[in-house]
């Protein structure tokens, strides 16, 4: 596939130009989801609830899901994507339509990452995980994917006490620099998390991945890519995670609108999950909807057009189900994103003082049941002080 062009999404509008844009870009979520959790994954606290199922058996579950709206994939080299079995997915893309998006390197489950992956003092461990890097990104440029995710779940730390921590985040910017300079003119979607399996995740928070892009990007030496950031591409971008937000307290619309802003988010992953806690990957929609809301808002204000990313763990329903649910989920909220009256909206929020509590008595209405009956607006916006 071509590199997606995300300079859109840095366009800012007020007034009658962002209502004019509201009311006719339109939220169509296309959905992903990664295969990873097709299968039961090991936890610690314990056994697992379903079979193992091998990568033949999740695929047919995804294509069973094709005609209710799956129309990507989402694979790790190279525990579920490999030089091996490589004619299996080309086959399964073949067959059902249904596209693989993204090759992600595997970063932080093998033994040798034990104390970081691109991050690694280690000069051997850290040259095996860019050499990873570097062979997912050949395969997502080989098979047409879009961007590789990059998540660097164990690079990090517990104890902080002497840890060179501007020389731990160089190593990793100056690695995933030198994979992409090797695979020329592919992206990367990054994926910040605040911990969970280290104690402190490095770049946890989302503007901390929106530095990461700009450290990378200065980094880039290869002639392709270097044409592609001067004619105003991005090739160091996002992929935030709803649950990862929550996990560090970060407000879902402020946290999407960093990467929009300078037309890095390649691609978004859902689920659900309480502010902080440990990471749940609850359906879709299941906690704070309104959260899920107004990250939609902002993604309709920047023309956000890229794949709906489902991070599931669906321990106790078929994943099918559970898939079937976010889905529902996400059209439901975009279809009640995209119906409100965005002038009465954009007004009240561009003059607060003229137009107090109009957007919380709107939003209590266009989430109400249809058959509630509640006063008209005015009437619940009169004021005796």
């Given at each position: 596939?071509?590199?997606?062009?995300?300079?859109?999404?840095?366009?800012?509008?007020?007034?009658?130009?962002?209502?004019?844009?509201?009311?006719?870009?339109?939220?169509?979520?296309?959905?992903?989801?990664?295969?990873?959790?097709?299968?039961?994954?090991?936890?610690?606290?314990?056994?697992?609830?379903?079979?193992?199922?091998?990568?033949?058996?999740?695929?047919?579950?995804?294509?069973?899901?094709?005609?209710?709206?799956?129309?990507?994939?989402?694979?790790?080299?190279?525990?579920?994507?490999?030089?091996?079995?490589?004619?299996?997915?080309?086959?399964?893309?073949?067959?059902?339509?249904?596209?693989?998006?993204?090759?992600?390197?595997?970063?932080?489950?093998?033994?040798?990452?034990?104390?970081?992956?691109?991050?690694?003092?280690?000069?051997?461990?850290?040259?095996?995980?860019?050499?990873?890097?570097?062979?997912?990104?050949?395969?997502?440029?080989?098979?047409?994917?879009?961007?590789?995710?990059?998540?660097?779940?164990?690079?990090?730390?517990?104890?902080?006490?002497?840890?060179?921590?501007?020389?731990?985040?160089?190593?990793?910017?100056?690695?995933?620099?030198?994979?992409?300079?090797?695979?020329?003119?592919?992206?990367?979607?990054?994926?910040?998390?605040?911990?969970?399996?280290?104690?402190?995740?490095?770049?946890?928070?989302?503007?901390?991945?929106?530095?990461?892009?700009?450290?990378?990007?200065?980094?880039?030496?290869?002639?392709?890519?270097?044409?592609?950031?001067?004619?105003?591409?991005?090739?160091?971008?996002m992929n935030p995670e709803i649950?990862?937000?929550?996990?560090?307290?970060?407000?879902?619309?402020?946290?999407?609108?960093?990467?929009?802003?300078?037309?890095?988010?390649?691609h978004t992953h859902w689920n659900?999950?309480?502010?902080?806690?440990?990471?749940?990957?609850?359906?879709?929609?299941?906690?704070?909807?309104?959260?899920?809301?107004?990250?939609?808002?902002?993604?309709?204000?920047?023309?956000?057009?890229?794949?709906?990313?489902?991070?599931?763990?669906?321990?106790?329903?078929?994943?099918?189900?559970?898939?079937?649910?976010?889905?529902?989920?996400?059209?439901?909220?975009?279809?009640?994103?995209?119906?409100?009256?965005?002038?009465?909206?954009?007004?009240?929020?561009?003059?607060?003082?003229?137009?107090?509590?109009?957007?919380?008595?709107?939003?209590?209405?266009?989430?109400?049941?249809?058959?509630?009956?509640?006063?008209?607006?005015?009437?619940?916006?009169?004021?005796?002080?």
């Amino acid at each position: 596939m071509p590199l997606a062009d995300l300079r859109a999404q840095t366009v800012s509008r007020s007034g009658d130009a962002l209502v004019r844009h509201l009311e006719s870009f339109e939220l169509k979520p296309r959905f992903s989801a990664g295969i990873w959790f097709f299968s039961p994954p090991d936890s610690r606290f314990h056994g697992k609830y379903k079979p193992d199922l091998p990568i033949e058996a999740r695929l047919d579950i995804a294509a069973s899901l094709k005609d209710y709206g799956l129309e990507g994939l989402e694979a790790h080299y190279p525990n579920e994507i490999n030089e091996e079995n490589l004619d299996l997915w080309r086959a399964f893309v073949r067959d059902t339509g249904i596209r693989l998006i993204t090759v992600i390197p595997l970063l932080f489950y093998d033994r040798q990452f034990e104390f970081g992956s691109l991050s690694n003092p280690d000069p051997v461990v850290r040259r095996a995980a860019i050499d990873r890097t570097q062979r997912s990104l050949a395969l997502t440029k080989a098979l047409g994917c879009d961007f590789s995710i990059v998540w660097p779940g164990i690079d990090g730390y517990e104890n902080p006490f002497g840890i060179d921590m501007v020389a731990m985040r160089h190593r990793f910017a100056a690695g995933l620099a030198e994979a992409m300079d090797a695979v020329p003119g592919v992206r990367i979607a990054f994926e910040p998390k605040p911990y969970e399996p280290r104690g402190r995740i490095l770049y946890s928070l989302t503007p901390e991945g929106v530095l990461l892009g700009r450290q990378v990007e200065a980094l880039l030496q290869h002639d392709q890519n270097r044409r592609l950031l001067e004619e105003g591409h991005t090739l160091m971008c996002m992929n935030p995670e709803i649950g990862h937000l929550l996990m560090g307290f970060e407000d879902v619309a402020y946290a999407l609108s960093w990467p929009l802003s300078e037309g890095r988010l390649a691609h978004t992953h859902w689920n659900s999950q309480p502010l902080g806690n440990y990471d749940q990957d609850l359906n879709v929609g299941l906690i704070s909807p309104e959260q899920m809301e107004a990250g939609l808002y902002t993604l309709k204000m920047h023309s956000y057009n890229g794949y709906y990313g489902l991070d599931i763990n669906p321990e106790r329903m078929p994943v099918d189900v559970a898939l079937k649910i976010s889905m529902d989920a996400l059209r439901a909220a975009c279809d009640r994103v995209n119906s409100i009256d965005h002038a009465r909206i954009i007004e009240a929020a561009e003059t607060p003082s003229a137009h107090r509590g109009v957007r919380e008595a709107y939003m209590i209405r266009a989430r109400a049941p249809r058959h509630t009956q509640l006063p008209p607006i005015a009437q619940t916006l009169a004021s005796v002080t």
